[in-house]
């Protein structure tokens, strides 16, 4: 089993930055990809960011240029970097896993609360 936890969330004001980080730990084989989904109040949840073992990333249109997820693949970690946050980025992150199989596992989320 994959366990995945996320830290890094919190409460911030309008323009300011935070960095979310995800572990990976367990009997993880053959990962295709790592990423970031949220989930605001009444929303679906959706794609902020992924990034495959190969490097190539993707992301939510709307963030482009605000958000940057980066990898460590010696500690299977993965980051968000979110700047210049906004009252609409208000969500509950979660972290995420996919394998070759494919397999999707999920963190239990963080909180992401941005205040104008």
């Known amino acids: 089993q994959v366990q995945l936890v996320e830290s890094g969330g919190g409460l911030v004001q309008a323009g300011e930055s935070l960095r979310l980080s995800c572990v990976a730990s367990?009997?993880?084989?053959?990962?295709?990809?790592m990423g970031w989904y949220r989930q605001a109040p009444g929303k679906e949840r959706e794609m902020v960011a992924r990034i495959t073992t190969g490097g190539t990333t993707d992301y939510l249109d709307s963030l482009k240029g605000r958000f940057t997820i980066s990898r460590d693949a010696v500690k299977d970690t993965h980051f968000l970097q979110m700047n210049n946050l906004r009252p609409e980025d208000t969500a509950v992150y979660y972290c995420?896993?996919?394998?070759?199989?494919?397999?999707?596992?999920w963190g239990q989320g963080t909180q992401v609360t941005v205040v104008s």
């Open positions: 995420w896993l996919r394998t070759y199989g494919p397999e999707d596992f």
């Open positions: 367990g009997r993880i084989f053959s990962m295709y990809a």
